[in-house]
T-cell receptor, first 113, second 115 residues
Framework: GQQLNQSPQSMFIQEGEDVSMNCTSS?????WLWYKQDPGEGPVLLIA?????ELTSNGRLTAQFGITRKDSFLNISASIPSDVGIYFC?????????????FGKGTSLLVTP | GAVVSQHPSWVICKSGTSVKIECRSL??????MFWYRQFPKQSLMLMAT?????????EQGVEKDKFLINHASLTLSTLTVTSAHPEDSSFYIC???????????FGSGTRLTVV
């Protein structure tokens, strides 16, 4: 699959701080998705991005699809302890094609009260 | 929303035995399902893509005779790990692509431990 470079690998922050993570790729993707995975669970979709330049919010989460279609960032504002988990970016090369998602390596987020 | 039910959530088996993992799409039909494997502290690695009524497409390096995938209906896909060995111990996750959309939904995963 295509390589997605996700950073940072891990973050250790205090409750209330803002968080930012990003993904880049050498390939152009048609769709960028951000997932959160809790231990022992499957990934849960946070935000889906379909258009270059698109900026989408979901509560305290904001994500943008880069204008070149090769990158995306996810911001979490005013973090809370339940934000703890692993966040993955995922890209899909072709819409409605049945192609599987390509995942980044994940960002592990720890939030202290 | 669309839900994929994956069972079992965890299984421990003896080396040399086979284990079957099921994924069912609830309230929707999944023409395509994906099977991933995830080792501790690592990302999801695609193992194979299964399409209803046809043979699965395996990723490079994944043994099709060891990881048998059956997608006999639009709501059920199974992964059977045959002759399991300790190195097969991992977290296996299925995912379904929603028909007519670009959405994907994931099962809750199966923790396989081979002893």
């Amino acid at each position: 699959g295509q390589q997605l470079n996700q950073s940072p690998q891990s973050m250790f922050i205090q409750e209330g701080e803002d968080v930012s993570m990003n993904c880049t790729s050498s390939s152009i993707f048609n769709t960028w998705l951000w997932y959160k995975q809790d231990p022992g669970e499957g990934p849960v979709l946070l935000i889906a991005l379909y258009k270059a330049g698109e900026l989408t919010s979901n509560g305290r989460l904001t994500a943008q699809f880069g204008i070149t279609r090769k990158d995306s960032f996810l911001n979490i504002s005013a973090s809370i302890p339940s934000d703890v988990g692993i966040y993955f970016c995922a890209g899909q090369l072709f819409p409605n094609s049945g192609y599987a998602l390509n995942f980044g390596k994940g960002t592990s987020l720890l939030v202290t009260p | 929303g669309a839900v994929v039910s994956q069972h079992p959530s965890w299984v421990i088996c003896k080396s040399g035995t086979s284990v079957k993992i099921e994924c069912r799409s609830l309230d929707f039909q999944a023409t395509t399902m994906f099977w991933y494997r995830q080792f501790p502290k690592q990302s999801l690695m695609l193992m194979a893509t299964s399409n209803e009524g046809s043979k699965a497409t395996y990723e490079q390096g994944v043994e099709k005779d060891k990881f048998l995938i059956n997608h006999a209906s639009l709501t059920l896909s199974t992964l059977t790990v045959t002759s399991a060995h300790p190195e097969d111990s991992s977290f296996y996750i299925c995912s379904a692509r929603l028909q007519g959309s670009e959405g994907y939904t994931f099962g809750s995963g199966t923790r396989l431990t081979v002893v």
